[in-house]
């Protein structure tokens, strides 16, 4: 089973999704145009999230890693150069004094003022895509750049002395969302290290975030709490209560990896892990239309914050992250223990997925569909098409696959 769905993301990594991002890259300056109308086809915008820049230049250097390997075929060469490119990019225009990211550029990489420490999610988006590349391509600088904005997004975690655009956290709540990027992050600088073989803490770092999420985050049942506080009355709140199943199942191949990373991936950690993966599917599961909930809440007589209102206007919409990260897992999960029910999952999410998702008119992924399955014109947190989840995915499908 698993040697033929690497065939078949091969094929689409190949022959689809990669073409289809080759047009949007930016020769001139660097990095790639993500500002793309929903249907794919049209660039509205030249600016440059480096939440996205950081995330392509995470997605290149995989890619050329693969193709070196002969996992892939794509142009070594090409993939080279544009790596090199996003990377200088980046490194000229993104890093600000205090080793923070700006959030937003221009096209020539200008940074809007307004714009500076908006997201601590975009200076780790960076630290994956720079870490990343210097391990691919053994460039110590780079790496050295990393660690230094890895740093700096410690401590002003430590300080609470940042912003989460698009959805800032409220007063009162911790979002698990933090924890559950340090440890990808944390995970992937570890492995970096590694190819320098230097001595580093990152790995106890990534375990002591998973720690974090596992214990005080997941409850016995499985559920994951996205916002908790320790105020009975706000958890008690819609948003301290609602789930949000796609994010649950991307964290779990993230504490996945780090526990295989370790070598102490126990029986013990894959029961707890398989608990979170079934609530969460089964729970966000729409069983009338098919395709996985964007949020599931409990009925609330009042809003109290903002992000609130996105939960209940947006609950039945489905988007195209969740069901690519809902593929890999499934698949993984199923690897591990060779349980079936989870190959029936993933049969499941893949016929749906890829009925209702591929835009064939581009070669790429509607972003968000309404409740029945049909593409509807939304911005989706940031004012992008993002080239990240899918293609990461698929990437690590046929990595460890293939």
């Known amino acids: 089973m698993l040697k033929n769905e690497v065939i078949f993301y091969k094929k689409l990594i190949e022959n689809d999704f ?49 193709s070196k390997k002969k996992i892939l075929d794509i142009n070594i060469s090409k993939l080279e150069e544009i790596s090199n490119q996003t990377t200088d990019f980046l490194l000229r225009h993104a890093v600000m004094e205090d080793y923070s990211i700006a959030f937003l550029l221009s096209k020539e990489g200008i940074v809007y003022e307004k714009s500076q420490n908006d997201s601590i999610f975009a200076d780790c988006f960076f630290v994956l895509g720079m870490s ?90 499985g559920q994951v709490i996205e916002f908790l506080s320790e105020n009975k009355i706000l958890q008690n709140s819609l948003l301290g209560s609602h789930i949000n199943p796609g994010h649950t199942i991307e964290a779990i191949w993230f504490h996945t990896h780090l526990y295989e990373h370790l070598g102490e991936l126990t029986p013990k950690i894959i029961e707890k892990l398989e608990k979170m993966f079934i609530f969460n599917f089964d729970i966000g599961w729409d069983n009338d239309y098919g395709g996985l909930l964007r949020f599931v809440y409990p009925n609330s007589e009042k809003i109290q914050f903002p992000m609130e209102q996105l939960i209940i206007d947006t609950a039945t919409t489905k988007l195209w992250w969740p069901h690519s990260e809902t593929l890999y897992t499934s698949l993984l999960i199923y690897d591990l223990t060779k349980n079936n029910i989870y190959s029936t999952i993933y049969e499941k999410v893949k016929a749906y997925t890829f009925e209702k998702f591929p835009n064939r008119d581009v070669g790429e992924w509607y972003q968000i569909l309404d409740q029945a399955g049909s593409p509807i014109n939304k911005v989706v947190a940031l004012p992008v098409k993002d080239p990240f989840h899918i293609l990461r995915n698929f990437i690590c499908i046929v990595r460890r696959w293939g």
């Open 132 to 221: 990343n590349y210097a391990k691919v391509f053994r460039k110590r600088e780079a790496y050295q750049v990393a660690k230094k904005v890895f740093e700096s997004i410690e401590l002003r975690i430590i300080d609470n002395r940042f912003n989460t655009a698009p959805y800032p956290i409220p007063d009162g709540f911790e979002s698990q969302s933090i924890w559950m990027i340090l440890l990808n992050v944390a995970n992937e600088l570890a492995l970096c290290a590694e190819e320098f073989e230097e001595k580093n803490d990152f790995i106890e770092k990534a375990k002591k975030y998973s720690e974090t999420l596992l214990d005080r985050f997941v409850k016995n049942n």
């Open 18 to 66: 990669w073409p289809y991002w080759e047009q949007f890259i930016d020769e001139k300056y660097g990095g790639i145009f993500t500002c793309i109308s929903n249907d794919g086809k049209t660039l509205i915008s030249e600016d440059k999230y480096t939440w996205s820049q950081g995330r392509f230049l995470w997605l290149c250097a995989s890619l050329y890693d693969c």
